[in-house]
């Protein structure tokens, strides 16, 4: 059975303008990601994959076409709306991390429940299941610098989860980090996904990270490329 589209994109169009010139990026792109999907956007650099992704992530708008998710027609929304949908809807994770440098552990992975009414007693408990999920329980009161890239990005993981968002972008999470851990966040992302349902849009140039997911798209002078691949079997 197919899960419902949480993400439906009908003639997507997205094009910037350099100098006097516009430059085309995303040309009539049409899909739906589906609820629960791990989905892999690959590509050469200059495909588009990351102004897609930021397009979903409601970081940008496109210059038309629609874009709902979950039934809301992001592309419709104002700017001040469209940040505070983002608030409420999306985890983010970025290549290096993007943690604050002077809060500790702890205090990256509360930050986005401090726009939220919750009491400070169940930010905390919040906190510690997201860092007890991502193993990291016993280095919530470390700096970012005290951390390896690897814990850095499991800290990031843990922010991105703390508001129990809709969707996951991942903008190659990968990408700064070794082999072993790189093999690491991956696993995590994997449980995310299969363990709590999470859906998971990510953009990475690894062939190794993308067989994690379970379908891969490729995008090429910004269409998609031979509709898409399964990446795993059942």
């Known amino acids: 059975m197919t899960s419902a589209a949480i993400v439906e994109i009908r003639h997507l169009f997205k094009s910037y303008r350099r100098g006097g010139q516009i430059v085309p990026v995303l040309h009539d792109l049409s899909f739906d990601i589906a609820q629960g999907e791990f ?19 409601g970081i940008d708008k496109p210059d038309s076409g629609e874009l709902r998710i979950d039934g809301e027609d992001v592309s419709r929304l104002s700017e001040s709306e469209l940040a505070d949908w983002r608030a409420a809807n999306i985890g983010f994770i970025f290549q290096f ?14 930050l986005p429940l401090l726009l939220t009414g919750l009491s400070r007693r169940a930010r905390r408990e919040r906190v510690q299941l997201a860092l007890e999920l991502v193993s990291l329980v016993d280095r919530m009161a470390h700096y970012p610098s005290e951390l390896s890239g690897g814990q850095q ?6 922010r991105a989860i703390i508001t129990d968002p809709l969707l996951i972008v991942a903008d190659e999470p990968t990408g700064d980090l070794d082999r072993v ?9 994997e449980r995310l996904n299969r363990e709590l349902g999470k ?13 994690r997911a379970n379908v891969i798209k490729h995008l090429d ?7 898409e691949t399964s990446a795993k079997a059942g």
Request: glycine fraction near 8%.
């Open 39 to 57: 989905l892999a956007l690959m590509g050469p650099s200059g495909s588009g994959k990351s102004t897609l992704l930021n397009l979903i992530a």
């Open 97 to 110: 991390y993007n943690l604050m440098p002077v809060l500790t552990a702890f205090e990256n992975v509360e």
């Open 181 to 189: 851990s790189a093999a690491e966040i991956l696993g995590l992302l």
């Open 153 to 158: 990005q499991r800290v990031a993981i843990a």
């Open 221 to 227: 002078k910004g269409e998609l490329v031979n509709g």
């Open 199 to 211: 859906t998971i849009v990510m953009v990475t140039h690894d062939q190794r990270a993308s067989m």
